[in-house]
């Protein structure tokens, strides 16, 4: 069932940043007298700049409606198996010669001792 229950509104409220010119006073750093212990014949008169009133852009942000796209059903096709032919392989056997053993000459020993051999002296 694709069908909502439930009435969906077709637009959102979001907030827009909109610049909007403000003028706003700017502070400008003055120098600070500085007291010296030395008499002066004039008075000294240091000039105070005043603030300066300097447009800025400000952003404000206005509640804007914002319409909402509506989800349309899309049916989406149902994969399905493909089963990819495997690779046969035959195996062939070929007769190989096997090669025969071939008669060695072994010498043989008659007496095959263990132990140097002793003379010994008779006719003690």
Do not use: C, D, F, N
Request: aromatic share 8%.
């Amino acid at each position: 069932s694709y069908g909502h229950a439930v009435p969906i509104s077709q637009t959102i409220e979001v907030t827009k940043p909109v610049p909007v010119p403000v003028l706003r006073y700017i502070q400008v750093p003055h120098p600070v007298p500085v007291a010296v212990p030395v008499p002066q014949p004039v008075p000294v008169h240091i000039q105070v700049p005043q603030p300066v009133l300097v447009p800025v852009v400000k952003t404000v942000a206005v509640p804007v409606e914002k319409p909402v796209a509506i989800p349309v059903p899309v049916e989406k096709p149902v994969p399905y198996p493909v089963e990819k032919p495997h690779p046969v392989y035959i195996e062939k056997h070929i007769p190989v010669p096997v090669p025969k053993p071939y008669a060695v000459p072994v010498p043989v020993y008659k007496h095959i001792r263990y132990y140097p051999k002793i003379h010994y002296r008779h006719g003690w």
